[in-house]
């Protein structure tokens, strides 16, 4: 392995005015009527609620399923209308399916999952009930964040107003020993952890899968690419509960060979077999106010070289990422 002597700067920048207003491209109707579904199953396609003339309101498709007073929350917060991901995966959760949803960094993945565990969870029963494995403290975070905020949530029924779901955040770097005690002692209805800390409990049999109704895999192509999460997730997958016992999904911005990722879910039965793949990428045309630059340059020049862009371009503000590339053996310098 050599040293490294080159430097990338990614440079994002906005042009100054005049330029169109970005539209909140996220929640437009998609302009391809066809579905992006795939069901694997060899049942007819479904047509996607996303391709009705009046689609659906988050509440109206969450009816039935998520408890008043979640839905409820929903609104208060403002998450009324559901994006694309939520329109066309949610009734297929609904429905009992396992579900690989692939779609874009910020399209709704994380509330489509949440509301699926919602759905499912009963808060009077003193066990944990549904399991998110992220592979970072700081997405654990956000996750266990907008899972509180849905289970602040309050209760009409005042039988169940004592009794509301607990969420309990068990990520690396946390104070695990506090955590040992509060799941001996009452255990959370829902556990969002890394890897690592999830290990640990379950090798102890501090923490039982057996209640376990939904697991949930958040940013499953970083965790299988990772050499020191995947084995542990490949024993929680198969060893530690089965796939019949439960609902899986698998949740993910890109998933490289997602045909093969699909085969290896039903064969090493990580899934059911009739596992759904909702794929929600449509290309978007980057907003005309945006300019990216992608520079490569030795380490040194760096600082000169993102001047002379900032003074040619002239940016009204910028966001930079530099990365250092290290070469490896055998790879030619240039
Ligand atoms: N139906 C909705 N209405 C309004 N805002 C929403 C809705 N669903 C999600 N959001 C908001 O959109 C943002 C992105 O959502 P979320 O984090 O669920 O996306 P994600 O696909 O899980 O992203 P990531 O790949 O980064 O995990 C969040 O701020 C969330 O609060």
Redesign the pocket.
């Known amino acids: 392995m050599g040293c490294s002597n080159t430097a990338t700067l990614l440079l994002s920048t906005a042009k100054t005015p005049p330029y169109s207003t970005p539209t909140a491209f ?2 437009l109707q998609p302009r391809n009527p066809y579905p992006n579904l795939r069901c694997l199953s060899g049942k007819p396609p479904i047509t996607p609620l996303s391709c009705l003339p009046n689609p659906p309101t ?1 509440r109206e498709i969450c009816r039935n399923h998520v408890p008043d007073h979640v839905l409820r929350r929903l609104e208060e917060v ?6 694309d ?2 329109m066309e995966a949610l009734p297929i959760l609904f429905s009992g399916n396992d579900c690989i949803l692939h ?10 999952y949440l509301l699926l565990i919602y759905s499912l969870i009963n808060p009077k029963r003193s066990a944990v009930q549904a399991l998110i494995v992220v592979p970072t403290r700081e ?1 654990g975070m ?1 996750v266990t964040k ?1 899972a509180r905020m849905l289970a602040v949530a309050r209760h009409m029924d005042p039988e169940l107003e004592h009794k509301s779901c607990t969420v309990m955040a068990l990520l690396d770097g946390g104070m695990l020993r506090r955590h040992k005690s509060w799941l001996k002692a009452e255990p959370p209805t829902i556990v969002v952890a890394t890897i690592g800390s999830l290990s640990q409990m379950l090798q102890k049999q501090i923490f039982k899968l057996d209640s376990m109704q939904v697991l949930v895999v ?2 499953v192509d970083f965790l299988f690419n990772s050499s020191k999460q995947v084995s542990s997730l490949r024993m929680l997958l198969t060893s530690y509960s089965s796939c019949n016992n439960r609902q899986t999904v698998f ?1 993910s ?1 890109s998933i490289p060979q997602h045909r093969r990722f699909i085969h290896d879910c039903i064969q090493q039965k990580w899934t059911k077999g009739d596992v759904v793949h909702v794929h929600v990428n449509r290309i978007k045309p980057m907003p005309a106010c945006l300019c990216h630059r992608f520079v490569i340059c030795g380490r040194k020049e760096k600082h000169q070289l993102l001047l002379s862009l900032l003074q040619s371009d002239l940016p009204k503000s910028g966001i930079i990422f530099v990365g250092e590339q290290v070469w490896v053996s055998g790879q030619k310098k240039d």
């Open positions: 996220r929640f988050l403002g998450y009324l209308v559901p994006t991901v939520q779609a874009q960094t910020g399209s709704g993945k994380t509330l489509t997405l956000q907008v958040d940013e949740a911005a």
